[in-house]
């Protein structure tokens, strides 16, 4: 049976602002638009994940070794267009508005897994109710995209290698389902995360506790010590 092959659409307002800011590009790999999927209309309260990342966008120098990381042990290569976890940065922004952290919430209430027709993104129990990509049902409609309701949207539309580059949808899974992890005991909420671990600032950082839902204050937080004042950086 031949998979489905959605069609591109146009930009929309809303759209091209996530595009613009989720679509990096790499040898390697391109991002797509789609959509055409209805959502669901079950409103089952979900399993809240058992960890989230937070980060502190002041500490961040935009050296993206977080990305590189990232794609690493889910891909098995370096590639920007593979991260999960998105560094943007504003050429004509002033600090610390010149940089942007753009990682999965794991939201409380995700709309991306309400929206997914295929059932293919789904609350995990086995890892943590973490918000997960099951890539066999993904049939790379990007309904998840278009219902992603942060700018950027939190998840990417990729042609996957491994799919005979096949459309897919990729997001955070706190590195629950990275093939390509360095610890035998992998990641997860039980385990480590590579944009954590890799990052030489400690501008990540895990958590197991839900952060505030409402707007960003939850997970864009201070993680700076008092060595990180003396350097000129706000106390908060």
Request: glycine share 10%.
């Amino acid at each position: 049976m031949k998979p489905k092959v959605p069609k591109k659409i146009g930009l929309s307002r809303r759209t091209f602002l996530k595009c613009t800011g989720t679509i990096v590009f790499a040898i390697g790999g391109s991002g797509y638009l789609l959509s055409g999927c209805k959502a669901k209309e079950d409103g089952a309260k979900m399993a809240v994940s058992d960890g989230y990342l937070i980060v502190d966008v002041e500490k961040c120098q935009g050296c993206i070794s977080c990305m590189l990381a990232c794609s690493l042990v889910h891909e098995g290569a370096e590639s920007l267009s593979y991260s999960r976890i998105q560094i943007l940065q504003d050429s004509f922004g002033k600090f610390p508005d010149d940089l942007t952290i753009a990682q999965c919430r794991q939201c409380e209430s995700p709309a991306c897994v309400e929206a997914c027709p295929e059932d293919a993104l789904a609350v995990n129990a086995e890892f943590g109710h973490v918000r997960m990509v099951d890539k066999e049902k993904c049939t790379g409609c990007g309904s998840c995209f278009e219902a992603c309701p942060h700018t950027p949207a939190r998840l990417l539309v990729v042609e996957d290698e491994t799919f005979n580059r096949e459309l897919k949808s990729l997001k955070c899974d706190l590195c629950a389902n990275a093939p390509y992890h360095w610890d035998e005991k992998g990641g997860g909420p039980g385990g480590k995360q590579a944009c954590v671990e890799v990052c030489p600032v400690g501008a990540i950082a895990f958590t197991r506790k839900l952060p505030d839902q409402e707007g960003e204050s939850g997970y864009k937080v201070n993680l700076r010590d008092k060595n990180w004042v003396k350097l000129g950086y706000r106390k908060s």
